[in-house]
């Protein structure tokens, strides 16, 4: 994997990744996210060599949790099962967290897979409230990082 880089793709082409990792099993329909086609959504591919191997979408968008004015979500961040371990899930992740920060995001926050909670930790993430069921998916954590006080 000598040649890993991140850039903006469409909403189309999370689909697969989204569909392989996160949605494994369920119909399509369930990979498209509300939001998905927004001006101000944006859609990150982690690639090695020209293959796609990772996508996060970042949506500008409150959740009742928090009063910050300026929020974020990360939703349907996935790295392909074979790319898994090795790092790569990070490298999206900090681009994610970068661009938040270059548009002086207040917080960026998310629903976390319960085996994922770790991982973001690792990222300096915090659980806010207790876990709860997405059905048919499993157990999940509000996580968020603060960006002001």
Not at 61 to 77: A, D, I, P
Not at 83 to 100: N, P, S, T
Not at 134 to 140: D, E, P, W, Y
């Amino acid at each position: 994997m000598s040649n890993i880089k991140i850039k903006k793709i469409s909403h189309l082409e999370t689909i697969p990744v989204r569909s392989e990792v996160l949605r494994k099993g369920k119909p399509i329909e369930s990979c498209y996210f509300e939001g998905d086609e927004l001006e101000e959504t944006v859609h990150f591919g982690l690639f090695n060599d020209e293959i796609l191997i990772g996508v996060a979408s970042i949506f500008k968008t409150k959740s009742n949790h928090f009063s910050e004015e300026k929020q974020y979500q990360l939703r349907g961040m996935a790295v392909l099962e074979d790319y898994q371990g090795k790092r790569l899930g990070g490298v999206l992740l900090e681009e994610a967290i970068r661009f938040v920060q270059q548009n002086q995001a207040d917080i960026l926050w998310f629903n976390a897979r319960e085996n994922a909670v770790n991982f973001y930790k690792n990222y300096n993430f915090r659980i806010f409230g207790k876990p709860f069921d997405i059905n048919g998916i499993g157990i999940h954590y509000v996580m968020y990082m603060n960006f002001v006080g």
